[in-house]
Nanobody, 112 residues
Framework: QVQLVESGGGLVEPGGSLTLSCVAS????????LNWSRQVPGKERELVGS????????TYAESVKGRFTITRDNAKRTLYLQMNYLKPEDTAMYYC?????WGRGIQVTVSS
């Protein structure tokens, strides 16, 4: 079955950087568009961004554009989210997902 496992979260100070990884298994990784979303308790889930199968096409939410970068390594079946210039409002649980399959999520906390 499809499995998505996020890692790399944690506590970081405002202005800092963090890279999330998502290792995937159970499906033909290289042909799918992959996504990162985030959610804060009590708020709607937000699609952070997506990356096409070849890695050359990415889209981002306006709230993260210019600060976050999504990449993928099809050989390693891994999706990445590079987050720079982090703000307290980036604090959330971050999820990778493909189709209807979601990882368990990883917490990112931006605080001094």
């Amino acid at each position: 079955q499809v499995q998505l496992v996020e890692s790399g979260g944690g506590l970081v100070e405002p202005g800092g950087s963090l890279t999330l990884s998502c290792v995937a298994s159970g499906f033909h990784f290289s042909v799918y568009t992959l996504n990162w979303s985030r959610q804060v308790p009590g708020k709607e889930r937000e699609l952070v961004g997506s990356i096409g199968s070849g890695g050359g096409r990415t889209t981002y939410a306006e709230s993260v554009k210019g600060r976050f970068t999504i990449t993928r390594d099809n050989a390693k079946r891994t999706l990445y989210l590079q987050m720079n210039y982090l703000k307290p409002e980036d604090t959330a649980m971050y999820y990778c997902h493909v189709g209807g399959a979601w990882g368990r999520g990883i917490q990112v906390t931006v605080s001094s």
